[in-house]
């Protein structure tokens, strides 16, 4: 999954919305809309994190052994880790609920919140079943509109901590 669909966007939505500020965190630049969202989208995925087993979030806990050969230690892996990677999941969703409000964010703060939108666009991107050629076309549908925000705004926080804004 590319950031084809995210681009597109950029003409209707020229407003930066993160940027660096002179403080060395990082400004939101979101309207009461977008931040009403991602608190929503925050806790809504952080509610499917309780059966991390549904198909739709296989994305978020990929195989660590994907030969038939090494099942056994494919099951201590997911025994071992999936806790761990569970609780990450959600700290970094309930930190975006926290702070979808905020105006600033340290960088600490925007590198989780780029893990968590980057995790909520990939169990999108599953449910949609979206592929590079679909994030070229324009959004048919709401959940194929959040989708490429949310690609936007991933691609907009990976640039301001890249230091291109």
């Known amino acids: 999954m590319g950031d084809h669909g995210a681009r597109q966007l950029t003409?209707?939505?020229?407003?930066?919305?993160v940027k660096r500020n002179r403080q060395g965190g990082f400004q939101l630049n979101l309207n009461a809309d977008d931040r009403v969202a991602l608190?929503?989208?925050a806790e809504q995925f952080e509610a499917l994190l309780d059966d991390p087993d549904q198909e739709v979030l296989h994305r978020l806990f990929p195989p660590a052994y994907s030969q038939a050969e090494h099942t056994s230690q494919e099951e201590e892996y997911r025994r071992l880790m999936r806790d761990d990677l569970v609780e990450r999941h959600r700290d970094e969703l309930n930190l975006v609920a926290a702070t979808a409000?905020?105006?600033?964010?340290?960088?600490?703060?925007?590198?989780?919140?780029?893990?968590?939108i980057n995790s909520v666009r990939l169990v999108l991107g599953?449910?949609?079943?979206?592929?590079?050629?679909?994030?070229?076309?324009?959004?048919?549908?709401?959940?194929e509109a959040l989708?490429?925000?949310?690609?936007?705004?991933?691609?907009?926080?990976?640039?301001?901590?890249?230091?291109?804004?």
């Open 101 to 116: 409000e905020e105006q600033n964010l340290s960088e600490e703060q925007l590198l989780a919140w780029t893990r968590a």
């Open 147 to 165: 989708y490429h925000w949310l690609s936007y705004l991933l691609g907009e926080a990976i640039d301001a901590l890249a230091g291109q804004t």
């Open 39 to 41: 608190r929503q989208l």
């Open 126 to 143: 599953t449910y949609l079943d979206v592929s590079e050629d679909d994030e070229r076309n324009p959004p048919a549908t709401p959940e």
């Open 11 to 17: 003409p209707i939505l020229p407003r930066r919305l």
